[in-house]
């Protein structure tokens, strides 16, 4: 917890603007504050921009404020993954090298350190998880409420956080073979706290780009029910954005591209001179970037564990191994059916990746050997993070320092 808070706080007012999709998000958050409600209408759900909003009202309106929110979110999420791990390894070093994974993985830091949104799906999705573990383990008392909770503030969210409630629904189903019994929990639960996250718009409709439009054709009501017909409307408005949303922003890719990381995003880059002629934010022949590209050491490795984590789980019927795959697989193969996204809708697979990765080392056979991979990936994890830390936090470097850093074609 002290090394990812740590790394994620230090530096996070830089830089000292805002930058890549903040422009939407911190936005929305400074009218949260001022009005309850966004001018326009948004591209997702308010929870976690009530949250950038909360960090805000708290730090001040400044870069340290647009970000301490999601910092602390992505830390949160380094100790939901150690306690994932006890629940599922049944190891404590197993549980902190998953920790240690999270915490120094390249995407989960960079979104730990923007102000945008997926950083909340991660930690609610992590924690709706751990809670349907714990129920698991300690049924009847209503730590699968909690859950249902849980991941109703990641819908609440990101409509994208669906298809983790789906998985979790499809687990707990199977496990429990029963239907009934997570109707309550994980249907209605999330539904009345994903209602309950527009209670601002709500409350403030009247300031709704929705309440405004309608005024000017000459139905200014604001009745209870124009207000739920105002969210009716908001929602099919939410559903046409994302339909028609362009798909051919430079760093879109297909999902298959995701897992090897074949594309990350560029999310800040500054240099000197400046082609626009405008003064120089970095020193004469510097560079400053932030690349979202997870660490290489966690993901490729996954990959490389991903024939053996199945293997356990469909021949061996292996339940740890059919978990991790669910939650981690289960949320990336859905994006295959769709049009080109970004990388950084892998940030709530981080977690999960992690922990099988470092199942796949628990399940070496023999202690040294075990020990010996284990300790060969801690250090490999800790020395990527040393090399690609400057292109994860916008550190400014020369050009071939920078150009070093991004092996492929494909990552610049």
Partial sequence: ?????GVRLARLDEPERIYFDEVYYVGDAQEYLRQGVEEVRPAHPPV???????????????????????????????????????RLLRRRWAAGLAALFVALDGLAFTMSRIGMLDVFVGLFVAAGALLLLVDRDEPGRHWRLLAGVSFGLALGTKWSAAIALAL???????????????????????????????????VSYESTEEAVEQCEAGRCGTSPGDRVAGLVDEHRELVDFHRNL???HPYRSPAWRWPLLQRPVLTYYERCPRSDGEACVVGEGMRARIVTLGNPVLWWGFA???????????????????????????????WLLTKPGYLFYMVPVVPFMALGAA??????PRPRPRRVVAGAACALTIAAFAFWYPVWSGVETTKPFQDDRMWFDSWR
């Fill in 168 to 202: 979790a629904l499809a687990v707990v189903v199977v496990r429990d073979r029963s239907l009934r019994r997570v109707l309550v929990p994980l249907v209605v639960v999330p539904a009345v706290v994903y209602v309950l996250g527009y209670s601002g718009w709500y």
């Fill in 48 to 86: 976690g921009k009530w949250l950038i909003a909360a960090g805000i009202a708290v730090a001040g309106d400044d870069s340290f404020g647009w970000r301490v929110a999601p910092a602390l979110a992505g830390t949160l999420t380094v100790l939901a993954t150690y306690l994932l791990g006890l």
């Fill in 246 to 248: 362009e798909p051919r």
């Fill in 359 to 364: 199942y796949a080392l628990q399940r070496v």
């Fill in 304 to 334: 490389l564990a991903t024939p053996f984590l199945a293997w356990l789980a469909l021949r061996r019927r292996d339940g740890t191994a059919a978990i991790v795959l669910t939650f981690a697989v289960g949320q990336w193969a859905p």
């Fill in 1 to 5: 917890m002290l090394l990812a808070g």
